[in-house]
């Protein structure tokens, strides 16, 4: 079956540092690009970045880009969005996606994560 | 500010039809993908490309494009359709970035 699974719940204060990761099962996790997306509480969905694990070429939304880091260990199919310094603004859930690219008009994000909840507070 | 603008919400009969809509100038390149969330639970693919459905997902989904405006139809909503739904595409620099919709909270009365 092919899935994503993300690292548990995590409990932090502001300052501290935190990487998250998401481990792909069922398929060959280098060959597709995984994107990261933020949902803070009660609010919508915003994509936050991309990374093709292939080659680790990332690209980053505008509203995030120096904010976090998105990596990738493609030896054990897994992708992560890192911070090193949180704030209590990052309190949010953090799910990963596939993408699934049809051509230049068309892809999809087809495969999600369960999500990781990160909750800063001091 | 998102490149692409939903209705915060829309309400539909039980059994009625509804359309959901999804704003924004990269959509006469671009195709959108439209995802469903119900509470507490990751984001579901119902509809991407020209109207495409992936396995599982009732064929009362379905999806449409007309200019900088992409649908999703419901065809016959049901109580379990009940839920939040964004839109999703690439953003309009086109240059490996996607950007989602502010979402649509769906109610089916």
């Known amino acids: 079956e092919v899935q994503l699974v993300q690292s548990g719940a995590e409990v932090k204060k502001p300052g501290e540092s935190l990487k998250i990761s998401c481990e792909g099962f069922g398929y060959s996790f280098r060959n597709y690009w995984i994107a990261w997306v933020r949902q803070m509480p009660g609010k919508g969905l915003e994509w936050m970045g991309i990374?093709?694990?292939?080659?680790?070429?990332?690209r980053y939304s505008p509203s995030f880009q120096g904010q976090v880091t998105i990596s990738a260990d493609k030896s054990i199919s897994t992708a992560y969005l890192q911070w090193s310094s949180l704030k209590a603004s990052d309190t949010a859930m953090y799910y990963c996606?596939?993408?699934?690219?049809?051509?230049?008009?068309?892809?999809?994000?087809?495969?999600w994560g369960q999500g990781t909840m990160v909750s800063v507070s001091s | 500010s998102s490149d692409l603008t939903q209705d915060p919400a829309v309400s539909v009969a039980l059994g009625q039809t509804v359309r959901i809509t999804c704003q924004g100038d990269n959509l006469r390149t671009y195709y959108a993908s439209w995802y469903q969330q119900k509470p507490g639970q990751a984001p579901v693919v119902v509809i991407y490309g020209k109207n495409n459905r992936p396995s599982g997902i009732p064929d009362r989904f379905s999806g449409s494009r007309s200019g900088n405006t992409a649908s999703l139809t419901i065809t016959g909503a049901q109580a379990e359709d009940e839920a939040d739904y964004y839109c999703n595409s690439r953003d309009s620099s086109g240059n490996r970035r996607w950007v989602f919709g502010g979402g649509t909270k769906l109610t089916v009365l």
């Open positions: 996606a596939r993408l699934l690219d049809y051509s230049t008009w068309v892809d999809v994000f087809d495969i």
């Open positions: 990374i093709y694990p292939g080659d680790s070429d990332t």
